[in-house]
């Protein structure tokens, strides 16, 4: 069987024909097969969606209980079958629920990765490497310029300007699924104990990962209303990046304003946005991490998505392995970087 007979780029995103699905699609079909709750890869209105428990859940926190026609959850590392195809869902240690979605027939095993990184993180567990013929692997930071730096040290860097600026409260922009509950669990791990304050657009999936057992410690919102300007120095509030620069900042006593992203390794980012303190944290594996894993699979033919898709396949090809940019339009950068 030719790979493209098992999976197809379409308008919708990847379709098996044999198997009657669709991976990720980017309008709504008859039966979706899910890999994480990020909004440009899961999305409200098809007829049946198959994905990880979590990732059900979460998908229900933002869109609503009758956000599919039909639910099914996928077991991690059990196989299911769709008509003349073999499915199987594995960690991709992305966010929370997050999965790698293994499809088989006629002795041809493709992975899709979605979206995915190997170093540590508290909040979701960690990937896990498929071996498979071909891989079809995201390429978000799939530039040799994009070395992400120890998670621990990024930290370590908020930790210290904490200590320096007691007296200033620092907004930690971070996306709402996965950053933000990362970097709040960090900090416990890295013996913050002090109440976190949220904006509104955290409280509801930082409900959901404590409810999935991922404990934050104390939490509270981060609302001036029954308070004092003042009361918030020295204070962590995690917030949605577009708000650091908003209206809604200004709030707080001479805030630090951070943003947690791998995109904070480009310095322009950084002070186009207004970042003081850039910590650069990504929920994306880096150039060698994406290179690391295509060896690690031992695939003879790699399909690169959504994103530096032309360094990758060049890559690829100088290691003698066959590659192909996929152009699949409506996966964005905007969330969970």
């Not at 699905?21 to 999305?43: E, M, N, Q």
């Not at 120890?150 to 907004?171: D, N, T, V």
Request: hydrophobic share 40%; net charge negative; proline share 6%.
């Amino acid at each position: 069987m030719r790979p493209d007979a098992l999976l197809t780029p379409t308008l919708a995103g990847l379709f098996s024909k044999p198997g009657g699905f669709h991976i990720d699609p980017t309008r709504p079909v008859k039966r979706a097969l899910v890999t994480h709750g990020h909004s440009d890869h899961a999305r409200a209105g098809h007829g049946a969606v198959l994905a990880t428990a979590e990732t059900l859940k979460i998908m229900a926190a933002r869109y609503g209980d009758g956000f599919a026609g039909t639910t099914q959850v996928a077991t991690l590392g059990e196989t299911m079958t769709f008509g003349d195809a073999r499915v199987t869902f594995h960690p991709a240690g992305h966010v929370l629920g997050s999965a790698q979605i293994a499809v088989e027939a006629n002795g041809l095993r493709i992975v899709v990765s979605g979206d995915y990184k190997r170093r540590a993180d508290p909040t979701c567990r960690p990937f896990e490497v498929v071996p498979c013929d071909v891989f079809i692997t995201e390429a978000t930071f799939g530039l040799p310029v994009f070395r992400h730096p120890e998670p621990e040290a990024e930290i370590a860097k908020l930790m210290g300007s904490l200590a320096q600026f007691s007296e200033r409260a620092h907004l930690v922009g971070a996306y709402s699924l996965g950053k933000a509950q990362r970097v709040i669990r960090m900090l416990r791990d890295a013996g913050y104990d002090r109440t976190i304050y949220l904006h509104g657009a955290m409280e509801k999936l930082c409900r959901l990962y404590e409810e999935e057992g991922v404990a934050l410690g104390p939490l509270a919102p981060a609302t001036v209303a029954t308070g004092r300007k003042g009361d918030f120095a020295g204070a962590v509030v995690v917030c949605p990046p577009s708000e650091i620069a908003e209206r809604w900042a200004r709030r707080f006593p001479n805030p630090v304003a951070c943003f947690a992203s791998g995109w904070m390794r480009i310095r322009q980012r950084a002070k186009a946005a207004g970042v003081e303190l850039p910590l650069i944290l990504s929920d994306h594996g880096d150039w060698d991490e994406l290179t690391q894993t295509i060896a690690d699979t031992g695939a003879s033919e790699v399909w690169v998505t959504h994103g530096r898709e032309e360094a990758l396949v060049r890559w690829c090809a100088l290691n003698g392995i066959a590659a192909r940019p996929l152009h699949v339009v409506g996966y964005e950068e905007d969330e969970g970087e």
